[in-house]
T-cell receptor
């Protein structure tokens, strides 16, 4: 158990819908990262927050947004969902920018 | 942006064998990490190693930043080592973006 929790574990929704994925980092970690893993794109870095502030932005679509709250948990919002958004979404946390600890992931299926 | 390439793409070993996985990156980095994704999908950080050598049990890693590569050594492999090994790098230019390689898929046979 990495200490990082993600909810929900599975999510099935329809095209055009909006969903929110939640991540709670390990106690004491200030950084939260979001990743997308799909069969055709591999592992892709989406976005990083550090102590509530956005620190780095990767291949995150404009339809996606994220935030980190004062209690350091983070949410990833995916809107206007398309079939191609079906993937495993991982959250990770670290104290600063060092060793990352991953959550179990949320499997999103868009029908 | 930085390119990250891993080799070999696939590897099959007999239990007890040793192996070396390689990660090449196209530009200077200030962050390099190795991860293992087990067959159940769980991702585990193995090493945070922007430079130098580290060891953890049967695993060790070396990053030669000046030559832009990192190596992951697995000794006396076990079936539980099976899965996909990823390296990820952050270039020194300050973008803080993590770029992943496509991974090495390892299968260890009993």
């Amino acid at each position: 158990d990495s200490g990082v929790t993600q909810t929900p574990k599975h999510l099935i929704t329809a095209t055009g819908q909006r969903v929110t994925l939640r991540c709670s980092p390990r106690s004491g970690d200030l950084s939260v990262y979001w990743y997308q893993q799909s069969l055709d794109q591999g592992l892709q870095f989406l976005i990083q927050y550090y102590n509530g502030e956005e620190r780095a932005k990767g291949n995150i679509l404009e339809r996606f947004s994220a935030q980190q709250f004062p209690d350091l948990h983070s949410e990833l919002n995916l809107s206007s969902l398309e079939l191609g958004d079906s993937a495993l979404y991982f959250c990770a946390s670290s104290f600063r920018t060092d060793t990352q600890y991953f959550g179990p992931g949320t499997r999103l299926t868009v029908l | 942006g930085i390119q990250v390439e891993q080799s070999p793409p696939d590897l099959i070993l007999q239990e007890g064998a040793n192996s070396t996985l390689r990660c090449n990156f196209s530009d200077s980095v200030n962050n390099l990490q190795w991860f293992h994704q087990n067959p159940w999908g769980q991702l585990i950080n193995l090493f945070y190693i922007p430079s130098g050598t580290k060891q953890n049990g049967r695993l060790s890693a070396t990053t030669v930043a000046t030559e832009r590569y990192s190596l992951l050594y697995i000794s006396s492999s076990q079936t539980t080592d099976s899965g996909v090994y990823f390296c990820a790098a952050v270039e020194s230019s300050g973008t803080y973006k993590y770029i992943f390689g496509t991974g090495t898929r390892l299968k260890v046979l009993a």
